[in-house]
Antibody
Framework: QVHLQESGPGLVTPSDTLSLTCTVS?????????WGWIRQPPGKGLEWIGT???????YYNPSLKGRVTVSVDTSKNQFSLRLTSVTAADTAVYYC??????????????WGQGTLVTVSS | QSALTQPPSASGSPGQSVTISCTGT?????????VAWYQQHPGKAPKFMMY???KRPSGVPDRFSGSKSGNTASLTVSGLQAEDEADYYC??????????FGGGTKLTVL
């Protein structure tokens, strides 16, 4: 059973870079599937951030393009999120997740527990 | 890209059926049969409930069903149970390798 766990700072200063890592267990990222980041501001809905394939191919939400980078490290069985120039609007619970099948899709079946990142000085 | 439109709330009594709508545009929901639904209990990660409009992942009760007409997708929960009380989110492929979520619907079991 695949398991995902987010890690990273819970507090980020405005204008700085938010960096999170998702550690995967129970499945080798190098075997395939798409892996993504989704966020949820407190009391609000979900927002897809971006997705990475084991090959390193990436796809991003156009509203965040230019600020977001998703990357994969198959040697560590991890994938990561970097979001630059953060503001209070980037305060959210950030989830990492894996899609439900081996094809290109944004339907996420396996989710991490989520990690709250607060942007504040 | 704009979020898909969902009613903020829905409710029903135990045993009843309730339908939650998810309205998009001809560029997302109306253009593709790639609508998914997620259930989220407070403080928990979303749970994958439906994909490709009406397909249930393994383990999801058949009380949950999905459909689509034009630019609107729907999730129907039949035989409502107390544990169905949660927030529900739809998502859709929006073309150009983009995915968009709905704003969420809080389902209350009366």
């Amino acid at each position: 059973q695949v398991h995902l766990q987010e890690s990273g700072p819970g507090l980020v200063t405005p204008s700085d870079t938010l960096s999170l890592t998702c550690t995967v267990s129970g499945y080798s990222i190098s075997n395939g599937y798409y892996w993504g980041w989704i966020r949820q501001p407190p009391g609000k809905g979900l927002e897809w951030i971006g997705t990475v394939y084991h090959s390193g191919a990436t796809y991003y939400n156009p509203s965040l393009k230019g600020r977001v980078t998703v990357s994969v490290d198959t040697s560590k069985n991890q994938f990561s999120l970097r979001l630059t120039s953060v503001t209070a609007a980037d305060t959210a619970v950030y989830y990492c997740a894996r899609v439900y099948n081996s094809g290109w899709t944004g339907d996420f079946q396996h989710w991490g527990q989520g990690t709250l990142v607060t942007v504040s000085s | 890209q704009s979020a898909l439109t969902q009613p903020p709330s829905a409710s029903g009594s135990p045993g009843q059926s309730v339908t939650i709508s998810c309205t998009g545009t001809s560029s997302d929901v109306g253009a593709f049969n790639y609508v998914a639904w997620y259930q989220q209990h407070p403080g928990k990660a979303p749970k994958f409930m439906m994909y490709e409009v009406s397909k249930r992942p393994s383990g999801v009760p058949d009380r949950f069903s999905g459909s689509k007409s034009g630019n609107t997708a729907s999730l129907t929960v039949s035989g409502l149970q107390a544990e169905d009380e949660a927030d529900y989110y739809c998502s859709s492929y929006a073309g150009g390798n983009n995915w968009v979520f709905g704003g969420g619907t809080k389902l209350t079991v009366l």
